[in-house]
């Protein structure tokens, strides 16, 4: 075994850095960090330094060993590397305002990982993951990619389906958020909770039980959706929304709160152009959250992650991410939620396709927990959703115009028909600097 680890972060400029490096200081005793690369492109290289320059004051605040260099070569970062993790945004924040204002302005949800624009950010983001992959398969064929890049499911079917790369892990913020409230409103210690979630990446329920084997599933539902509750906001990005308690209570699972965008459309919808109007989308509202945060890592004297970073949407990502490395490295078996191969998990799913679910992580990955299948609620909108992502992937792979169509069809938060098709006519054109695979051949006229 080598002396130390090396972990290379792609997208190192990233707001989200310094609770990367915050994990791993705080697992030092465990998991040997000897070499972090942080890697980013030219684009952003004043963001890099920046993060840069704070990651290593965090490091020599902590007394650890471990050197942090800077980089916009890639691929010499990547070489001899034991895990790389990845949290870039192809064509940065200005490419998610686009992706929410464009369909909002043709009367749709205007979101990042869901409907349209998700779609988009999974056309712009799968060609450079598979190029990851190919660096991979040639500098460092031992290392496991850890993703947190949205839209973190398509990415994980990406790279498992199309990459041939099995040394893969997506991950999501969501069910960490939702174990962590959820205990505390059951006043209970996390460990002595058992969460069983199932699904894909922003479309999973889960059930939860206690040491003694009781579900408190149906008390966790009447204390967040029933009719007297306050939720309460579970991510950044979904404002307060209420479910339909008794369809809710039918399900007889707790819902993702980007179920909201399913179950309750027409006011999410509602709220995200009110929201546009009076404040920008989100993207906007994070462009200056972030311009904020990067002030603050400019800062000489902070060596620690701010708690203003917990605004910016994500919380925890980068912290699971360390947990997810260090139990692989040790062979904890730890319970975590993740983007892995459904391996017969999710009976309602293709085999070899990508699921989120409750895993055990181990030194030879992810070991999902058998789920079982879903009542025909959960079953017909999960279905219908995995299409709509295999042919998101397919269409990011291939640059097929009418594959891409097919998915946007498919996908419940866009309205099919001649709308459909001039709202991924727009989109395309607005990230064609990012989409070289579709303009190799013009676009078919709309109408057509």
Same mark, same amino acid.
């Given at each position: 075994?080598?002396?130390?680890?090396?972990?290379?972060?792609?997208?190192?400029?990233?707001?989200?850095?310094?609770?990367?490096?915050?994990?791993?200081?705080?697992?030092?005793?465990?998991?040997?960090?000897?070499?972090?690369?942080?890697?980013?492109?030219?684009?952003? *290289?004043?963001?890099?330094?920046?993060?840069?320059?704070?990651?290593? +004051?965090?490091?020599?605040?902590?007394?650890?060993?471990?050197?942090?260099?800077?980089?916009?070569?890639?691929?010499?970062?990547? #070489?001899?590397?034991?895990?790389?993790?990845?949290?870039?945004?192809?064509?940065?924040?200005?490419?998610?305002?686009?992706?929410?204002?464009?369909?909002?302005?043709?009367?749709?949800?205007?979101?990042?990982?869901?409907?349209?624009?998700?779609?988009?950010?999974?056309?712009?983001?799968?060609?450079?993951?598979?190029?990851?992959?190919?660096?991979?398969?040639?500098?460092?064929?031992?290392?496991?990619?850890?993703?947190?890049?949205?839209?973190?499911?398509?990415?994980?079917?990406?790279?498992?389906?199309?990459?041939?790369?099995?040394?893969?892990?997506?991950?999501?913020?969501?069910?960490?958020?939702?174990?962590?409230?959820?205990?505390?409103?059951?006043?209970?210690?996390?460990?002595?909770?058992?969460?069983?979630?199932?699904?894909?990446?922003?479309?999973?329920?889960?059930?939860?039980?206690?040491?003694?084997?009781?579900?408190?599933?149906?008390?966790?539902?009447?204390?967040?959706?029933?009719?007297?509750?306050?939720?309460?906001?579970?991510?950044?990005?979904? +404002?307060?929304? +209420?479910?339909?308690?008794?369809?809710?209570? #039918?399900?007889?699972?707790?819902?993702?709160?980007?179920?909201? $965008? $399913?179950?309750?459309?027409?006011?999410?919808?509602?709220?995200?152009?009110?929201?546009?109007?009076?404040?920008?989308?989100?993207?906007?509202?994070? *462009?200056?959250?972030?311009?904020?945060?990067?002030?603050? $890592? *400019?800062?000489?004297?902070?060596?620690?992650?701010?708690?203003?970073?917990?605004?910016?949407?994500?919380?925890?990502?980068?912290?699971?991410?360390?947990?997810?490395?260090?139990?692989? $490295?040790?062979?904890?078996?730890?319970?975590?939620?993740?983007?892995?191969?459904?391996?017969?998990?999710?009976?309602?799913?293709?085999?070899?396709?990508?699921?989120?679910?409750?895993?055990?992580?181990?030194?030879?990955?992810?070991?999902?927990?058998?789920?079982?299948?879903?009542?025909?609620?959960?079953?017909?909108?999960?279905?219908?959703?995995?299409?709509?992502?295999?042919?998101?992937?397919?269409?990011?792979?291939?640059?097929?115009?009418?594959?891409?169509? #097919?998915?946007?069809?498919?996908?419940?938060?866009?309205?099919?028909?001649?709308?459909?098709?001039?709202?991924?006519?727009?989109?395309?054109?607005?990230?064609?600097?990012?989409?070289?695979?579709?303009?190799?051949?013009?676009?078919?006229?709309?109408?057509?």
């Amino acid at each position: 075994m080598k002396k130390g680890l090396k972990i290379v972060t792609i997208g190192g400029g990233s707001s989200y850095t310094p609770e990367l490096i915050e994990g791993f200081i705080k697992r030092h005793a465990e998991l040997p960090v000897r070499e972090l690369w942080l890697v980013d492109i030219e684009a952003g *290289k004043e963001k890099l330094e920046i993060v840069g320059e704070m990651a290593k +004051r965090m490091v020599k605040a902590a007394g650890i060993d471990c050197d942090v260099h800077l980089t916009l070569d890639r691929r010499h970062a990547l #070489q001899d590397a034991d895990f790389v993790t990845t949290q870039f945004r192809v064509g940065l924040l200005q490419a998610r305002i686009k992706d929410e204002a464009i369909p909002l302005k043709h009367g749709m949800i205007g979101q990042e990982t869901n409907g349209a624009g998700g779609m988009l950010k999974a056309f712009r983001t799968i060609p450079v993951v598979l190029g990851i992959v190919e660096d991979m398969k040639e500098l460092c064929p031992n290392a496991w990619l850890i993703n947190f890049t949205n839209p973190a499911g398509m990415v994980t079917e990406a790279v498992l389906r199309y990459g041939q790369w099995e040394k893969v892990i997506g991950l999501c913020n969501v069910p960490v958020m939702a174990v962590k409230t959820e205990s505390a409103l059951l006043q209970k210690e996390e460990k002595d909770l058992f969460f069983k979630f199932a699904g894909i990446n922003h479309l999973h329920w889960h059930r939860v039980y206690d040491k003694d084997g009781g579900e408190v599933t149906a008390e966790l539902i009447d204390k967040l959706y029933g009719p007297d509750a306050d939720p309460g906001k579970i991510v950044e990005n979904i +404002r307060d929304m +209420r479910f339909l308690s008794d369809q809710i209570a #039918q399900l007889g699972m707790l819902p993702c709160p980007y179920h909201r $965008y $399913y179950y309750m459309t027409g006011n999410m919808l509602q709220e995200e152009l009110e929201e546009a109007q009076h404040e920008g989308t989100r993207g906007q509202v994070v *462009k200056k959250l972030e311009e904020s945060l990067f002030e603050l $890592y *400019k800062d000489p004297n902070l060596d620690y992650k701010p708690k203003e970073l917990e605004q910016r949407g994500g919380a925890y990502y980068s912290d699971a991410a360390c947990e997810i490395i260090n139990s692989i $490295y040790n062979n904890k078996g730890t319970q975590m939620v993740v983007n892995t191969r459904n391996r017969g998990s999710v009976s309602d799913l293709p085999y070899d396709s990508a699921v989120e679910v409750t895993s055990l992580i181990t030194a030879h990955g992810a070991e999902p927990v058998h789920f079982g299948a879903f009542p025909p609620a959960q079953r017909g909108l999960l279905q219908v959703m995995k299409a709509m992502e295999e042919l998101t992937v397919e269409a990011a792979v291939t640059g097929d115009y009418a594959t891409a169509l #097919q998915a946007f069809t498919l996908n419940p938060l866009v309205t099919s028909g001649d709308i459909a098709k001039v709202v991924l006519d727009e989109l395309l054109e607005a990230h064609k600097a990012y989409l070289p695979q579709f303009f190799s051949k013009e676009l078919a006229p709309v109408g057509d």
